[in-house]
């Protein structure tokens, strides 16, 4: 269906199907990967001290104490830091401001769909390459010339994480290959490649406050990486829109981030509810993926999985199936709270 007025742009757009977002009173919402507890305390003390006559004011267009935070948690010069609202709006500039080249963009087949969209949008030419079987990346199969390369890691949606000493190998090999790297999900079990970002120039973490920091509702993500990256995404954003994060973002994202008892605490707990999720859907019959993330992705050896999504639907139990090869057979579920699981684990079995 197209329109007249739209650009041709427009007409060629394959738009993201974000997760959907129910609303019932007794829903177990477990399709979207939002954290099972709220923010800190101290991001809504925060955030109340901050609501008031001065929002009539502009924010600061470059989020400088958030920046300047951030510097401090990771020891890196804050010139190593861009922010956007949503790592997805963080992505999207780097796909246009990074990842457009002759050769083609790669990325594996199962990670996170919105890669896929933002080359429609920016119109990048990309490839992309099967996971191996065991849902794991293998870098030896990104060996074909290519100007860069974006992975999800842990990846979404299989929650399957690649160690660090693969990626500093291939980024050691590939001195002329830009590699992103999506860590949305890396502080429930990996080591960040941040580590990495003083050595490599190729080098970019994307990070979002949406998950570990259960602020997905006020949009903050950032990526990291040495000050000739982060100027490429700078005078995108300037180009664009010069003030990405309201006032309200900048301060719960700054709070959150400085609340390290309440994140070790809530982080290591979503970790232990993972892993017991996990041994308690194998007795069920599912096969489970090693997790390092707060979601598991999951398979009946017998029953099919759209049927599944389906009646725990029925129930009001959302998780999440996606339509695309390979996967078909597979859900995610994301940790949730205990008593959570326990619905979600009922009426699995009267299913079955
Ligand atoms: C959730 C998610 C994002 C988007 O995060 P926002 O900061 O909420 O935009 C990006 N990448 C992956 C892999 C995700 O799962």
Do not use: C
């Not at 997805?88 to 796909?95: G, K, M, P, Q």
């Not at 457009?100 to 920016?122: A, E, G, M, W």
């Not at 030419?125 to 099967?130: C, G, N, Q, S």
């Not at 599944?308 to 709270?337: C, K």
């Amino acid at each position: 269906m197209t329109n007249q007025f739209w650009s041709p742009i427009v007409q060629r757009l394959k738009p993201y199907q974000a997760g959907e977002q129910p609303d019932f009173a007794d829903m177990v919402k477990l399709n979207t990967n939002e954290h099972p507890y709220g923010p800190s305390p101290k991001v809504l003390e925060a955030l109340h001290a901050a609501i008031g006559d001065q929002l009539r004011l502009y924010p600061d267009p470059d989020s400088s104490r958030l920046r300047a935070a951030l510097s401090n948690y990771f020891s890196l010069p804050s010139d190593h830091f861009f922010i956007g609202n949503g790592s997805d709006e963080v992505l999207a500039h780097v796909f246009n401001g990074l990842l457009n080249h002759p050769q083609p963009l790669l990325f594996p087949d199962i990670t996170y769909s919105f890669y896929k969209t933002y080359t429609s949008l920016y119109g990048i030419d990309y490839k992309t390459i099967p996971l191996n079987s065991a849902f794991q990346i293998n870098l030896s199969d990104y060996q074909q010339s290519s100007g860069a390369i974006i992975f999800a890691n842990p990846n979404a949606p299989t929650g399957v994480y690649l160690p660090l000493d693969h990626l500093s190998g291939y980024l050691d090999d590939h001195p002329d290959v830009l590699v992103v790297v999506d860590e949305a999900y890396i502080d429930f079990g990996g080591q960040s490649a941040i580590a990495l970002v003083h050595k490599y120039p190729n080098l970019l973490v994307v990070h979002t406050f949406s998950k570990s920091r259960a602020l997905a509702g006020l949009r903050v993500g950032y990526a990291v990486g040495q000050p000739h990256l982060i100027r490429a995404l700078e005078r995108i954003k300037n180009s664009f829109n010069s003030y990405p994060l309201d006032r309200l973002a900048q301060v719960a994202a700054e709070a959150a981030l400085l609340d390290q008892t309440w994140f070790s605490n809530v982080t290591a707990k979503i970790i232990a509810d993972r892993d017991a999720l996990a041994r308690s859907m194998s007795q069920l019959g599912f096969d489970v993926l090693p997790s390092a993330a707060n979601f598991i992705f999951v398979r009946h050896q017998h029953a099919n999985a759209a049927r599944i999504a389906e009646s725990l639907r029925q129930q009001h139990v959302f998780v999440r199936h996606f339509n695309q090869e390979r996967v078909l057979e597979w859900l995610r579920i994301t940790v949730g709270q205990p008593a959570q699981h326990q619905r979600l684990l009922q009426v699995l079995q009267t299913f079955l």
